[in-house]
């Protein structure tokens, strides 16, 4: 009995130190940084918690999951991306749908042209065009020599032919945004594509998750969310400013996500999720982030923290200036929100995990806005699935 109970023990001890091993030991790519967080800003006072997103309307429900990019064309036709690749145009009444395209990976942001065209930014298959005619162009793999990791958003200058969008990282393809988080190591980069070249060259690099990404009035400049540095950085693309970059707006309350602009006095931006006081903790622990790294992926999936659903989106002018704040954090929330779009007398939302895509009218954020039609709040419901008409 004594020799059992010694081998058991012996056993037990060995198995602790392999455990340990693997997690002091094992090979990983993720190299984390020490850095330091600034302070949290509580949820009070300009971030107090609303109930204004009680009332987005869903649309689209039930034609795939997760359209987290969503994009409206001049007419008011809404188009989404899917976690089954789909591309999909809602009409502008939410009655019917036609499915584009699907791009055989996962498209987030999107960008519907005049001409009926969509740029879609995959990060499997990287920046794509979706033609009028249902065809899938790729447009850019790589720029400046290497190898899109993550296409994230996007966004186009009007009346120049480039488009600009963001690649999150380099170093972790998606899905690997944790690891990136995980690293802080500054991996992400906005790009340039120019259309008439056909070449992509970056814009900006040594961005903490290069994620939203919005062109401002006359493509003077570009805004882009870095999600892990909880920021929005303005890079200047004319002027005596060009190639500088700046500060837009600073120690967000969440993570930033997908960004857009109305086209005249206003930024919207996305946060699925509040600042993690936890992941702030570990910021100047590297050793630690760096065994979470090497941690078999179900255990990672269990120790990230799933917080209680909450709808986030915040409004800036173009100074930076915080003049919305959009809340509402319960059971039955469109939530979480990763994009947001502004067209007409509505707001457009898109998420990571819903089955519908989401909408409110602006007004009830904007009191000057327009009032949307008459009967709105009569929602309608599933869609008939129409063939291709373009």
Do not use: C
């Not at 809404?78 to 019917?96: H, M, N, P, Q």
């Not at 988080?181 to 991996?187: D, F, I, K």
């Not at 919005?214 to 929005?232: F, H, K, M, Q």
């Amino acid at each position: 009995m004594k020799k059992l109970l010694l081998a058991v023990l012996l056993a037990g001890v060995l198995g602790v130190v392999a455990v340990l091993a693997y997690l002091l030991l094992k090979p990983t790519r993720v190299e984390p940084v020490a850095w330091t967080p600034p302070v949290a800003p509580a949820l009070e006072g300009p971030y107090a918690p609303n109930e204004i997103l009680k009332d987005v309307q869903r649309l689209a429900v039930g034609v795939g999951i997760g359209p987290e990019g969503v994009a409206v064309d001049a007419e008011g036709n809404v188009y989404a991306g899917y976690e089954d690749g789909r591309v999909i145009r809602l009409s502008a009444d939410g009655t019917r749908y036609v499915e584009l395209a699907n791009t055989g990976g996962r498209p987030l942001g999107l960008k519907a042209g005049a001409d009926g065209s969509v740029l879609v930014a995959d990060p499997v298959k990287g920046l794509l065009r979706i033609t009028a005619a249902g065809a899938i162009e790729s447009l850019s793999t790589a720029a400046d020599g290497t190898a899109l990791g993550f296409t994230d958003d996007l966004d186009a200058a009007d009346g120049d032919g480039a488009t600009y969008f963001s690649d999150a990282s380099v170093k972790f393809p998606y899905p690997g945004y944790l690891f990136d988080v995980l690293e802080h190591g500054a991996n992400g980069r906005v790009v340039r594509h120019d259309a008439a070249t056909n070449a992509s060259t970056v814009v900006a690099k040594d961005l903490y998750f290069a994620n939203g990404v919005a062109v401002g009035p006359n493509g003077d400049w570009l805004l882009v969310a870095e999600t892990s540095a909880y920021r929005i950085t303005r890079i200047w693309l004319k002027g005596d400013k060009a190639g500088t970059r700046e500060v837009f707006a600073d120690n967000l309350p969440g993570f930033p996500d997908n960004l857009s602009f109305n086209g005249r006095d206003r930024i919207w931006v996305a946060l699925p999720g509040v600042r993690d006081a936890r992941l702030d903790g570990l910021a100047q622990q590297p050793l630690l982030r760096k065994i979470m790294a090497r941690l078999p992926g179900r255990l990672q999936g269990k120790i990230q923290n799933t917080p209680p659903k909450r709808g986030f989106v915040l409004g800036f002018d173009l100074d930076g200036k915080l003049i919305a704040n959009l809340q509402y954090g319960a059971a039955d929330a469109f939530a979480p929100i990763m994009s947001v779009e502004e067209h007409g007398p509505w707001l457009y939302f898109g998420s990571l995990s819903e089955p519908a895509i989401g909408r409110l009218p602006l007004n009830r954020v904007i009191p000057t806005a327009d009032a949307p039609p008459a009967g709105w709040e009569q929602a309608p419901g599933v869609p008939m699935r129409v063939e291709r008409a373009n």
